[in-house]
């Protein structure tokens, strides 16, 4: 499965983006996906994550109540709907997927890496 995340931008504080994770090559199949991000100079961390059948969803701490993941199983994409968005959520956002269908939020979880998508929030 080679993965691509799209929807980055520049966006002032307050305001709202809707990141897409779509199979450039292959499908989702029976795949989790999860969202993480990295910020210059920081290590990647995690963001969201959907199981394979959407049902269950997971978030870290810092986005939780201002984003939601949500997929689309027949259009093989998922979505990561941010809003209220802050200077802190800047960073580059990749999409992945793990051999199973459930979902983790460990790095270590995830076997498929998307090219990431860049989200600039300005102050």
């Known amino acids: 499965v080679q993965l691509q995340a799209s929807g980055g931008g520049s966006v002032q504080a307050g305001g709202s983006l809707r990141l897409s994770c779509t199979a450039s090559?292959?499908?989702?199949?029976?795949?989790?996906i999860g969202w993480f991000r990295q910020a210059p100079g920081n290590e990647r961390k995690f963001v969201s994550a959907i199981n394979w059948g959407g049902g269950g969803t997971s978030y870290a701490h810092s986005v939780r109540g201002r984003f939601t993941i949500s997929r689309d199983n027949a259009k093989n994409i998922v979505f990561l709907q941010m809003n209220s968005l802050k200077p802190d959520d800047t960073a580059v956002y990749s999409c992945a997927a793990p051999r199973g269908t459930a979902y983790s939020d460990s790095i270590l979880w995830y076997d498929y890496w998307g090219q990431g998508t860049q989200v600039t929030v300005s102050s």
């Open positions: 090559r292959g499908t989702f199949g029976r795949h989790g």
